[in-house]
């Protein structure tokens, strides 16, 4: 199921910059794009796992910390996965062939469904980063606006 997620937001990425800049460019962007993608939703389970360290006081950095020791944390626990991550979603998505001639039918189709997996990630994302806050009875400032759970 992840597989056939994932060839589905690669496709939509190839058939956008298809549409934005032509063949050479959809075969050049296509990638970069999918990466797009994928983390936001990366992003939102960080932020997740971040509150929960939180919550609980086993933040293995603190603001006494050293540079290099934050430095090396961010490597670490930040860049290693995401690395480790694109090549796997790259492993996983490239044994499939892209559809490169689809009729304007199936492109509405791939678009309609990138985009709702776009949204989907977005909105995980912003609840992701909101929402703890809310939960616990702190103000979020949006704008002129507060929010605040009484």
């Given at each position: 199921m992840l597989r056939?997620?994932?060839?589905?937001?690669?496709?939509?990425?190839?058939?956008y910059s298809k549409k934005q800049g032509g063949e050479k460019f959809a075969e050049e962007n296509y990638k970069l794009r999918l990466?797009?993608?994928?983390?936001?939703?990366?992003?939102?389970?960080l932020v997740v796992l971040?509150?929960?360290?939180?919550?609980?006081n086993k933040m293995p950095i603190n603001k006494n910390s050293s540079f290099s020791g934050r430095i090396f944390f961010s490597l670490f626990f930040f860049l290693l996965p995401s690395w480790?991550?694109?090549?796997?979603?790259?492993?996983?998505?490239?044994?499939?062939?892209?559809?490169?001639?689809?009729?304007?039918?199936?492109?509405r189709k791939i678009r309609n469904r990138g985009l709702f997996i776009l949204g989907f990630g977005c909105v995980f994302c912003l609840s992701c980063l909101v929402l703890p806050t809310y939960i616990r009875g702190g103000k979020i400032h949006v704008g002129n606006y507060v929010i605040q759970r009484k």
């Open positions: 056939a997620l994932l060839i589905h937001i690669r496709d939509f990425c190839y058939h990466l797009g993608f994928v983390f936001i939703y990366y992003i939102g389970i971040g509150n929960i360290a939180h919550h609980y480790l991550l694109l090549k796997w979603i790259l492993k996983t998505v490239e044994d499939s062939p892209i559809k490169i001639d689809v009729s304007l039918d199936e492109y």
